[in-house]
């Protein structure tokens, strides 16, 4: 009787499930964003998981649906960073590391409106060096700096080496990219991403796992086979908001990589940023966080009032990201705000 009663519930809620996932891909259909590189723009890495290729020229172009969202060529340079025409590189005496995501790294802009060209061309004395890439969370630009990038790539001695933290509550934020969150991986990237065991407490380093494949293949296999769900797409990210603890984790490694990158570059000055495009609700309790690990932190999530946001944004694909206009504004508030031009 129990086993029939069983069975009967499990139909009852494969069929409540199954009709509920039509009924949102019909009222919101799902995206099919994708995008392509010819040549592929990114090359395995065993402790990064992935990186740019380089001395790499390609064009990438990417759709949501039939809907075009950009077509641009990207360039980087012998290090695999992505390039930031400059003349008269000799005359900045200065670094400016970047660290991050595909928001900074410049993902579906040409090399003029990213924000490492903004920023050199309003403050003569810097030198940027574009370290992110698409996918990246704080885990890519911890092992970076681990690699010694900082130290044999980055040839002046004094600058400022920036973490741009995009905060989200939902799928694509920072947190869930270090955490290897459910709801990130439900978006079907952040797969080939290697990830570390973090204390909450900071009694020891960070230990790395490698891919999710590798340390937890349940896990992994889990995700891949559900990644696909649009109900769990939608309701995963609300039902399961960030928990304190994922935000101690989080400030626990940023405070890691600060140590890191100044084991690296002693003379440098570590900064985490808020993206202008992060949650603004959801950062100030991670804000503390990082204040009260010593690391030196900034919020820009208000430089541009929130009923003008669709004019700062070139696309969204899982979550939005910054035109040509946008960096421009950034540019100029992180270099009025960390006074980049002393």
Not at 167 to 187: A, I
Not at 210 to 233: A, T, V
Request: proline share 5%; net charge neutral.
């Amino acid at each position: 009787m129990f086993s029939k009663t069983l069975r009967q519930l499990t139909i009852i809620f494969f069929a409540v499930f199954c009709a509920s996932e039509l009924f949102l891909r019909l009222v919101i259909p799902a995206s099919q964003t994708k995008q392509v590189s010819r040549p592929h723009m990114y090359e395995d890495h065993p402790e990064l998981g992935y990186r740019l290729r380089k001395d790499l020229r390609t064009r990438v172009q990417a759709s949501d649906g039939t809907k075009k969202l950009f077509n641009v060529t990207y360039q980087t340079d012998q290090f695999g960073r992505r390039i930031v025409p400059l003349s008269g590189t000799e005359q900045r005496q200065k670094h400016f590391v970047i660290l991050g995501g595909s928001t900074v790294f410049g993902m579906g802009l040409p090399d003029h409106e990213t924000l490492a060209h903004h920023l050199a061309s309003r403050a003569p004395n810097l030198l940027p060096y574009n370290y992110a890439g698409d996918g990246y969370g704080p885990q890519n630009a911890y092992t970076q700096v681990k690699l010694g990038l900082l130290e044999t790539e980055v040839e002046q001695a004094e600058g400022t080496t920036v973490f741009f933290f995009q905060m989200l509550n939902q799928s694509g934020g920072h947190v869930q990219t270090l955490l290897g969150s459910f709801e990130l991986l439900l978006q079907g990237w952040g797969e080939s991403l290697s990830f570390y065991d973090i204390d909450a407490s900071g009694a020891r380093e960070p230990e790395y796992l490698g891919r999710m494949l590798e340390f937890d293949p349940i896990k992994f296999y889990l995700f891949r086979f559900l990644q696909n769900s649009h109900l769990l797409n939608t309701v995963y990210p609300r039902l399961f908001p960030i928990s304190e603890e994922q935000l101690e984790k989080t400030a626990v490694f940023i405070r890691e990589m600060k140590k890191q990158v100044l084991r690296s570059k002693p003379k440098t000055r570590f900064v985490v940023a808020f993206h202008p495009l992060s949650d603004r609700n959801s950062i100030l309790p991670l804000k503390k966080l990082f204040e009260d690990e010593g690391i030196e932190t900034f919020d820009f999530s208000q430089i541009v009032a929130e009923q003008d946001l669709p004019s700062h944004i070139a696309f969204n694909r899982y979550f939005p990201h910054p035109n040509g206009k946008l960096n421009s504004l950034f540019a100029e508030k992180l270099i009025e705000d960390l006074k980049l031009k002393q």
